[in-house]
């Protein structure tokens, strides 16, 4: 692909860039501290369109592409990871679910008031005990006549201590396996629907992350989502399109690290010169742009097949692995010539190492990563 971004690419990239670091920067430690997002800076990322960025202005989203969305969570990420979190779970999961399998009513009820910015949603498919493997879900979808009753509680559920509209996974036929998996639309109002507080985290402090309980809740037969059956294949398809998403995320997170990074050790010094001046800080720092660099292209790479309707599922765990990978080392390294001070609250390097983890975990692991890869290369 052409690595060079077109003028509209790069207007687009500079109004991401300076909402970051005017509105979300200045707030960003105080939200990790608290462990709270802040519905104002919501708002706010409402109102500018950025909840709405690959969906069509016929809906009342921004009517941009992938590569547009994915520049925008890099920027947000490189000051913070959480916002960018937020962002990404709206977007890739819960309004692309809706977008992609649901009806036209769906998409008016649903889409419209999420990709306009007048509701925020979330994707609920994580068990206490169905992770990678999504298969052992335990939430239960009973027919009752034309009503379904689902009954069971979902985990680390990205935006739904906030959430108007939850995109929710449960089993309709256990006896089918994963094909016995059906999708549904809930409404946060739903009668028996309850939302915890925030799980505690190691990093991604500052994002909504609860649990979210399911008794009784009694759902009409339009809010199933795409046919019964369907809904293995819903999530798997969005959680493609996801981890571009989550790759662009990582490559924020390693690029902001290294930003900050940069400018302390021009500015500390040591045995008379600054950090700076040492030919290992400068080969270290060499070393780390060169691997964002390749991790950004292979983002982008990603979203430019999504856009062009190619196959970019193994394109999309192929970003997502190096990325995470990158973001990892980069973080880590940062500290490491940060020093002491690199290991406090005072700057926002160890932060950014505690939210880097999580790039190598959610939206399909390192390890489904690479069975991914693997099994698309055949070579058994």
């Not at 999961?93 to 977008?99: F, Y």
């Not at 027919?143 to 309709?172: I, P, Q, W």
């Not at 190691?202 to 399911?214: E, I």
């Not at 690199?342 to 390890?367: L, N, Q």
Request: hydrophobic share 35%; charged share 25%.
């Amino acid at each position: 692909m052409d690595s060079k971004l077109s003028k509209k690419h790069q207007l687009q990239q500079e109004l991401y860039r300076r909402f970051a670091q005017n509105e979300v920067k200045p707030i960003a430690r105080d939200m990790d501290e608290k462990e709270e997002f802040s519905l104002e800076l919501l708002g706010k990322m409402q109102k500018y369109g950025f909840l709405g960025i690959p969906y069509s202005s016929d809906y009342g989203g921004a009517g941009s592409d992938t590569l547009s969305y994915v520049l925008c969570m890099e920027e947000i990420a490189k000051v913070d990871a959480s916002t960018a979190l937020t962002v990404s779970v709206h977007t890739s999961l819960c309004c692309w679910c809706i977008e992609s399998f649901g009806r036209e009513d769906q998409k008016e009820k649903y889409l419209r008031p999420l990709v306009s910015g007048k509701k925020a949603g979330c994707f609920s498919l994580t068990e206490p005990n169905a992770g990678s493997d999504a298969s052992a879900q335990q939430t239960k979808a009973v027919r009752d006549g034309d009503h379904y009753v689902l009954n069971g509680s979902k985990v680390f559920t990205t935006n739904s201590g906030f959430a108007d509209v939850f995109v929710l996974f449960a089993m309709t036929d256990r006896s089918q396996g994963t094909r016995g998996i059906t999708a549904f639309i809930i409404e946060r109002e739903s009668e028996g629907l309850s939302v915890s507080d925030n799980i505690p985290r190691m990093g991604m402090r500052a994002a909504s992350n609860c649990v979210v309980a399911l008794e009784n809740v009694r759902l009409p037969e339009t809010n199933r989502l795409g046919r019964e059956g369907e809904g293995f294949k819903i999530a798997m398809k969005a959680l493609e399109g996801g981890r571009i998403g989550i790759g662009a995320q990582a490559v924020g997170i390693a690029q902001g690290a290294l930003d900050e990074t940069i400018d302390y050790v021009k500015k500390r010094k040591q045995f008379g010169r600054p950090i700076s001046a040492f030919q290992n800080t400068q080969f270290k720092i060499a070393e780390m742009q060169t691997k964002i660099n390749a991790a950004r292209l292979m983002v982008w790479s990603a979203a430019e097949a999504k856009d062009n309707h190619e196959s970019y599922g193994t394109q999309a765990a192929m970003c997502k692995l190096y990325a995470s990978e990158v973001a990892n080392d980069v973080t880590r390294e940062c500290i490491q010539l940060m020093g002491g001070y690199g290991y406090t609250r005072e700057f926002p390097i160890e932060r950014m190492m505690r939210d880097a983890k999580i790039t190598e975990i959610y939206e399909g692991t390192s390890e489904i990563m690479k069975i991914i890869i693997s099994g698309a290369m055949k070579i058994k």
